[in-house]
């Protein structure tokens, strides 16, 4: 089995900064792509951030220039430092990663998400 560990969500003031972190563990072989993605009350799920074995990231506009996604492959571990928070960065925030097992094709897993709110 596979899991995904969200923490370091919480509540912050608007123009506050946080740091989520999602540790896979399990019977890993590989960690392919990984992505931090979030949803808001009545909303759908939506990408924030992804980021390539190899390092390659990619960012959504709305929180482009204030959200940072990394990775520290040997504690396969993805990060998602979130600066300038906005109100409407209040959403659970997912940790998705496409992981391979041993011996078997790569799969889609989530974590269990984490709430984070931004307000006064």
């Known amino acids: 089995q596979v899991q995904l560990v969200e923490s370091g969500g919480g509540l912050v003031p608007p123009g506050g900064s946080l740091r989520l972190s999602c540790a896979a563990s399990?019977?890993?072989?590989?960690?392919?792509?990984m992505a931090w993605y979030r949803q808001a009350p009545g909303k759908q799920r939506e990408l924030v951030a992804g980021?390539?074995?190899?390092?390659?990231?990619n960012v959504a506009d709305s929180v482009k220039g204030r959200f940072t996604i990394s990775r520290d492959n040997a504690e396969n571990t993805v990060y998602l430092q979130m600066n300038t928070l906005k109100p409407e960065d209040t959403a659970v925030y997912y940790c998705?990663?496409?992981?391979?097992?041993?011996?078997?094709?790569?799969?889609?897993?989530w974590g269990q998400g984490t709430q984070v709110t931004v307000s006064s």
């Open positions: 998705y990663g496409v992981i391979g097992r041993d011996g078997r094709s790569p799969s889609n897993y």
């Open positions: 399990g019977s890993i072989f590989r960690i392919y792509n």
């Open positions: 980021i390539t074995s190899g390092g390659g990231t």
